[in-house]
């Protein structure tokens, strides 16, 4: 089974529709990550969480929420999705032990019409 | 803050050439570099690592990457391609005092021909 899972895989939805993105992780870390993949862009931090109680804006916050319901579990929404918020979104762990490397999930393929 | 340029979006290259995929930063202090690898329909993954000592870092499939402080580079390179190479790479960059945390590089698409 892999470490890092993402549901759902795709979503189409219109703009204005809530949105969530869930993250689940077997590896037992304590930090975990929000990503977007845009081309030519690479992937820039939308939100992190070094445990349950400590959650931090990233790169591009504006306009996403999350919600660490359990160390294993991080959740990514939009309130009212925008065109400009298709993208593939990418959750990731990482041991505090181990420097810069983080586990990716599989990735979720946004669209918003 | 740092940065981390990558200079190609894409590199295509025929099976068996040798690659050379490049990638700079920038920082005002100490850094640790990484390269990951994104393979179609799939998330990214560690290939290598520089943290201390040698500047020349390996990956098990034949991938090698050699910091160089004084041109703030870190390029990946390969002597012979496969076609199972064709994929995303990603550069990344951690300051010394901001944990976990990396800045990724706008990705090169290596496309390797048969």
Known sequence: DADVTQTPRNRITKTGKRIMLECSQTKGHDRMYWYRQDPGL???????????????????SDGYSVSR??????????????PNQTALYFCATSDVR???EQFFGPGTRLTVL | A????????????FEEAPVELRCNYSS?????????VQYPNQGLQLLLKYLSGSTLVESINGFEAEFNKSQTSFHLRKPSVHIS????????????NAGNMLTFGGGTRLMVKP
């Open chain 1, 42 to 60: 690479g992937l820039r931090l939308i939100y992190y969480s070094f445990d349950v109680k400590d959650i931090n804006k990233g790169e591009i």
């Open chain 2, 85 to 96: 190479d064709t994929a995303e790479y990603f550069c990344a960059v951690s300051e010394n």
């Open chain 2, 2 to 13: 740092q940065s981390v340029t990558q200079l190609d979006s894409q590199v295509p290259v």
């Open chain 2, 28 to 36: 005002s202090v100490s850094v640790y570099l990484f390269w990951y």
């Open chain 1, 69 to 82: 319901q359990a160390q294993a579990k991080f959740s990514l929404s939009l309130e009212s999705a925008i």
């Open chain 1, 98 to 100: 181990v420097r810069g």
